[in-house]
């Protein structure tokens, strides 16, 4: 099941700085995506959404950015604190149903 | 701010052996749903749990898997005879009926010996 990809399994960034994030999806009946962090031994915890009707939606240090046409979503995390160390997981659904999720990118910030 | 909570956090079974896996969505919340991630893999859904039936599963979800909402707080996930393979984090989540996004639990850890 490949309908959602994330590229780049880890990232680390200095503390201060811009991280990027970024996912790609096959499915172009998704219409809900979705990012979720994940620290170890913890269920994956909600932290932005978008909904295919736009294409930026901003949360205080979070934006998301979503590209339909070339099915692209990417998540800016600015600026990178150390407790954003976790692994970062997009999502994808047509629909209020089952998600699709990508595999996750560990992220680092050094402080 | 509620959460959902699962139990136990880990469970150790022998093949073969049946075992229950226990979540408490958030109360005001209609919609659940079970995933699992084995280890190194993508989190995969199993199925979805609307007005006390099954509105969606996936390929994974065979007749060895089972839900249930048997009272007005639990949602239980049931595997009969376990495998090896169903060794994962099983994780379950819930949503409300007007809004997309679904909540997690902290997930059990399933490893079947």
């Known amino acids: 099941d490949q309908q959602v990809k994330q590229n780049s399994p880890s990232l680390s960034v200095q503390e201060g700085r811009i991280s990027i994030l970024n996912c790609d999806y096959t499915n172009s009946m998704f219409d809900y995506f979705l990012w979720y962090k994940k620290y170890p031994a913890e269920g994956p915890t909600f932290l932005i959404s978008?909904?295919?009707?736009?294409d930026k939606n901003e949360d205080g240090r979070f934006t998301v950015f979503l590209n339909k046409s070339a099915k692209h979503l990417s998540l800016h995390i600015v600026p990178s604190q150390p407790g954003d160390s976790a692994v970062y997981f997009c999502?994808?659904?047509?629909?209020?149903?089952?998600?699709?999720f990508g595999k996750g990118n560990q992220v680092v910030v050094i402080p | 701010e509620p959460e959902v909570t699962q139990t136990p956090s880990h469970q150790v079974t022998q093949m073969g052996q049946e075992v229950i896996l226990r979540c408490v969505p958030i109360s005001n919340h209609l919609y659940f749903y079970w995933y699992r991630q084995i280890l190194g893999q993508k989190v995969e859904f199993l199925v979805s749990?609307?007005?006390?039936?099954?509105?969606?599963k996936s390929e994974i979800f065979d007749d060895q898997f089972s839900v249930e909402r048997p009272d007005g707080s639990n949602f239980t996930l049931k595997i009969r005879s376990t495998k090896l393979e169903d060794s994962a984090m099983y994780f379950c989540?819930?949503?409300?009926?007007?809004?997309?996004?679904?909540?997690f639990g902290p997930g059990t850890r399933l490893l079947v010996l």
């Open positions: 978008i909904s295919s009707i736009k």
């Open positions: 999502a994808a659904s047509v629909g209020y149903n089952r998600l699709a």
């Open positions: 749990f609307y007005n006390n039936e099954i509105s969606e």
């Open positions: 989540a819930s949503r409300r009926t007007d809004q997309e996004t679904q909540y």
